[in-house]
């Protein structure tokens, strides 16, 4: 499918832009824009895309978007047929990182947030969203600019607060990272994703960041709560995702163009990674796109 660069920037001049959506479906587009995007899903079912996740969605649902990750809401096949009466009802709220100011984020008081922003990089899903979060996120459009502006750093606040979430796409597809103070770590990052298709031992990563093997190893895992390795198949099976929704390539050639020297290995770290075999996940991905 295709991917499109959609302009969610206000008409009216304003920070933030809030739309109700009450229409037969949702807009059966995979897009990304530049605004961060809150969405509530108040009453309609389907399947959720953010980057390489793909999930059934449902009403009550809240999610957190960070810019330029694609996504796409597409409702059951029974949304589109030609009698049907069922209505999609959400509320998208779009505003970009700077909405309150360039310095926003660096003001002590909002470090939460900017954490929030940094995770939303992924797409983040919010388990129990409490009523006051959704009713204020309905109400969002009854209020004057400034109220808005004040009440949306209220509701980001909270959702900083929920400890019931999930991260939804991988690193590896979204082809970014978190921003961090460790030079050491920026220096990992980078040579990872700039090298992810040929092969990496963790002793060679050590040596890029002056530690012997098991100092790296204690280093990495306490620091990403998971090993080296896991975090290399991760990056490469994140884009073998990506060359997958593109359609261009076999199976065997996306599994060695991402550094898998064998296609069983491939195989079985797909499977570890998303739950399922690559031409699973690659037909789940033509019959949800079949529109």
């Given at each position: 499918m295709k991917l499109h660069l959609l302009d969610r920037s206000s008409t009216a001049n304003t920070s933030v832009t809030v739309s109700q959506n009450n229409y037969k479906n949702f807009l059966k587009v995979w897009h990304f824009h530049e605004e961060l995007e809150i969405v509530y899903i108040i009453k309609s079912t389907g399947t959720r895309f953010v980057g390489d996740s793909i999930e059934k969605f449902q009403?009550?649902?809240?999610?957190?978007?960070?810019?330029?990750?694609?996504?796409?809401?597409?409702?059951?096949?029974?949304?589109?047929?030609?009698?049907?009466?069922?209505?999609?009802?959400?509320?998208?709220?779009?505003?970009?990182?700077?909405?309150?100011?360039?310095?926003?984020?660096?003001?002590?008081?909002?470090?939460?947030?900017?954490?929030?922003?940094?995770?939303?990089?992924?797409g983040i899903k919010f388990s129990k969203v409490t009523d006051n979060i959704k009713k204020e996120l309905k109400n969002l459009n009854s209020l004057d600019p400034a109220i808005k502006i004040t009440r949306i750093i209220e509701i980001l606040s909270q959702l900083e607060k929920e400890q019931n979430y999930s991260l939804l796409s991988s690193n590896g597809f979204i082809n970014t990272f978190h921003q961090t103070e460790s030079n050491r770590l920026n220096t990992i990052y980078e040579y990872v994703y700039q090298n992810f298709h040929t092969p990496i031992s963790s002793k060679d990563v050590a040596n890029l960041a002056n530690m012997n093997a098991s100092a790296f190893s204690r280093f990495f895992k306490s620091t990403h709560r998971k090993s080296f390795t896991r975090f290399l198949n991760e990056i490469r099976i994140g884009f073998a995702c990506k060359m997958l929704f593109e359609n261009k390539e076999s199976i065997t050639s996306i599994a060695y163009a991402c550094g898998f020297s064998n296609i069983s290995n491939f195989n079985r770290q797909f499977k570890i990674i998303k739950g399922e075999s690559p031409s699973s996940f690659l037909s789940q991905h033509k019959t949800n796109f079949k529109y």
């Open positions: 009403s009550g649902e809240v999610v957190l978007i960070g810019k330029n990750v694609p996504h796409m809401w597409l409702n059951d096949e029974v949304y589109f047929e030609k009698d049907s009466e069922l209505l999609a009802q959400a509320v998208s709220v779009h505003f970009k990182d700077n909405f309150v100011g360039k310095e926003f984020l660096s003001l002590p008081e909002m470090q939460p947030i900017a954490r929030l922003f940094q995770k939303a990089m992924q």
